[in-house]
């Protein structure tokens, strides 16, 4: 795919969509933290579920140490993988307290030294809290990357240094949130919604469903 249609791609987008979020729910870099590590292999909607209750009882690495693993668990438990979560988090939380002063740090190798947070945890935290231009790869990023031809790979790292080379530099903060949303809701993992798809003629899928 060549530069003019990147860039094509992206304006469409932001057009649509100019101030993209997470659907994460949060108030603090602290908040959104937890709430990415709870949200592997589980929806958005789950954990907001949960964060909901879990938040205004403890939102701190002290509050969260304070319930210890069970107290957090009856919060999360309706969420995939809740004990190791729930394991990890604690954790997180001591070892934000003894190293960080209670402060989610703002580089990918504090942030991946935390139990339960990866490379894709890391990209989301420095990204959406604190503006970095990072690119957490998910499993749709990867898909219409893929689909598209904006950055294809065989995995998520290289996608994710693709289009950390490919996309425009003024898309770069917000261009994970528009291709996770793209992936989401409109190129869909089992059928994507080409005959709506605002990007249709600039697509090179050769199976689109138009
Ligand atoms: S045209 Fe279809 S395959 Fe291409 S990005 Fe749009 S929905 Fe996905």
Redesign the pocket.
């Known amino acids: 795919m060549n530069a003019a249609k990147r860039r094509e791609i992206f304006r469409r987008l932001r057009e649509l969509n100019p101030e993209p979020r997470t659907e994460l729910e949060y108030d603090t870099p602290f908040e959104l933290l937890i709430a990415v590590v709870l949200s592997a292999q589980a929806t958005d909607v789950g954990v907001n579920k949960a964060t909901r209750l879990l938040y205004p009882i403890a939102n701190t690495p002290a509050a969260i140490l304070a319930l210890g693993e069970e107290g957090l668990s009856e919060y999360i438990k309706t969420i995939g993988l809740y004990r190791t979560k729930a394991k990890n988090v604690i954790a997180a939380c001591r070892l934000l307290l003894e190293k960080h002063g209670g402060e989610v740090p703002q580089t990918r190798e504090e942030l991946e030294a935390l139990p339960g947070v990866g490379r894709k945890t890391a990209n989301v935290v420095l990204n959406t809290a604190f503006g970095h231009a990072t690119m957490a790869v998910d499993t749709h990023i990867f898909r219409?990357a893929n689909?598209?031809r904006l950055a294809p790979g065989k995995d998520v790292r290289e996608v994710e240094d693709k289009l950390m080379k490919v996309v425009p530099a003024e898309y770069l903060v917000d261009a994970h949130h528009w291709l996770i949303l793209?992936g989401r809701y409109?190129?869909k993992a089992r059928r994507?919604?080409?005959e709506r798809?605002p990007?249709?003629d600039l697509?090179e899928?050769p199976a689109?469903?138009v």
Request: hydrophobic share 25%; proline share 6%; aromatic share 6%.
């Open positions: 219409v689909r598209t793209h409109i190129c994507p919604e080409c798809c990007i249709v697509c899928y689109k469903t």
